[in-house]
C-alpha cells in the first residue's frame, strides 16, 4: 500500500553532511495522519530510532543524539521526506532506514525502506 525508495547514502568525513531522501508512493499516502521515520542499525548494535515527522509536518521528534544537528523535512509535491545531516560523527555510520506509518499517533511504522549505507570517517 505504501512504497518506499531511499536515496543519497555515501561516504563523508566527521564534521562533514549528507542528505536522505526516502520518496513514497501509494494510493493512500498522503493523508493529515500519516508519518514518516528514520531509523538506524549499526553492525552488532539494535535498530535505533533517528527521528520523524508528521506528513502534516505539524510534529516531529529527535533521538536526543542527533538533536541539533539533524533536521527532517518533508516535500508534499514530491511526496519526499529528507534527513539533513550535518556536523556528522564517526558514530553515525549505521545503515540508515525509512519508514512510514498510517498513524503518526500511533508510534508504529508498518512500512519500510530498504535502507541506505551511512560511512563517516575521521
Known amino acids: 500500500q505504501v512504497q518506499l525508495v531511499e536515496s543519497g547514502g555515501g561516504s563523508v568525513q566527521a564534521g562533514g553532511s549528507l542528505r536522505l531522501s526516502c520518496a513514497a508512493s501509494?494510493?493512500?499516502?498522503?493523508?493529515?495522519?500519516?508519518?514518516m521515520g528514520w531509523f538506524r542499525q549499526a553492525p552488532g548494535k539494535e535498530r535505533e530510532f533517528v527521528g520523524d515527522?508528521?506528513?502534516?509536518?505539524?510534529?516531529?521528534s529527535y533521538a536526543d543524539s542527533v538533536k541539533g544537528r539533524f533536521t527532517i523535512s518533508r516535500d508534499n509535491a514530491k511526496k519526499t521526506v529528507y534527513l539533513q545531516m550535518n556536523s556528522l560523527k564517526l558514530e553515525d555510520t549505521a545503515v540508515y532506514y525509512c519508514?512510514?506509518?498510517?498513524?503518526?499517533?500511533?508510534?508504529?511504522?508498518?512500512?519500510w525502506g530498504q535502507g541506505t549505507q551511512v560511512t563517516v570517517s575521521s
Open positions: 519508514a512510514a506509518t498510517k498513524s503518526y499517533s500511533s508510534g508504529r511504522f508498518e512500512f
Open positions: 501509494g494510493r493512500t499516502f498522503g493523508s493529515y495522519g500519516m508519518g
Open positions: 515527522i508528521s506528513w502534516s509536518g505539524a510534529s516531529t
